[in-house]
Every structure is written in structure tokens, then in C-alpha cells.
């Protein structure tokens, strides 16, 4: 079974940092893209940063240079490190792995409120 599982969510104050990780199983991940996605209530889904299986990795204008995106293969796990975090990207962080099809993690809140 495939399980997609982000973690590292929570409550920070602006300007603060936080590392989300997400816990793959069931795939063989490093033939994957892992990508994460977000959305803010009212909002689309919006895609934040993406790593492809040989480490390129691109970013949302919106968080460039503030958010770094990594994976280890040996451990089955993407993370994503937001620093210089901002209230506007407060919102429920989604992990995705594609190849030829897509699996989606169930999400994992993100709240950026002094």
C-alpha cells in the first residue's frame, strides 16, 4: 500500500522557520517527483516547490529563496525547510509523488499568525 504522510506543521510567528517532511512507503521513491503543493481556504491548490528524481529542483516565485526543498532517498523522505516564513503562506501543505501517476499525502497545516 502506498502511504504518503507530511508532518512538521504548526504554529509559528512570522519571520519563524519550520521543516515539513514527508514519509514515503509502498513506492519505489527515487523514481518519483516529489513535489509540494499548498492551499489556503478560498484558494486553489498552488504548487510550492518540486524535486525531481535527479535533484533539480524549481520553486513558486512566491517562495523562492525563502524555501528549500531536499529529499533523501535512502530514508524514502522529501522535506521542505520555510524559513523567513510570512502570514500569506499559511495553509495546508500537501506531498505529492508522480511518475506516470500521481499519489497525494492527506496534508499537513501550516499557520503563520504573531
Known amino acids: 500500500q502506498v502511504q504518503l504522510v507530511e508532518s512538521g506543521g504548526g504554529l509559528v510567528q512570522p519571520g519563524g522557520s519550520l521543516r515539513l517532511s514527508c514519509a514515503t512507503s509502498?513506492?519505489?521513491?527515487?523514481?518519483?517527483?516529489m513535489s509540494w503543493y499548498r492551499q489556503a481556504p478560498g484558494k486553489e491548490r498552488e504548487l510550492v516547490a518540486t524535486?525531481?528524481?535527479?535533484?533539480?529542483?524549481n520553486y513558486a516565485d512566491s517562495v523562492k529563496g525563502r524555501f528549500t526543498i531536499s529529499r533523501d532517498n535512502a530514508k524514502n523522505t522529501m522535506y521542505l525547510q520555510m524559513n523567513s516564513l510570512k502570514p500569506e503562506d499559511t495553509a495546508v501543505y500537501y506531498c505529492?509523488?508522480?511518475?506516470?501517476?500521481?499519489?497525494w499525502g492527506q496534508g499537513t497545516q501550516v499557520t503563520v499568525s504573531s
Open positions: 509502498g513506492i519505489i521513491f527515487s523514481m518519483y517527483a
Open positions: 505529492n509523488a508522480r511518475v506516470s501517476y500521481d499519489y
Open positions: 524535486i525531481t528524481r535527479g535533484g533539480s529542483t
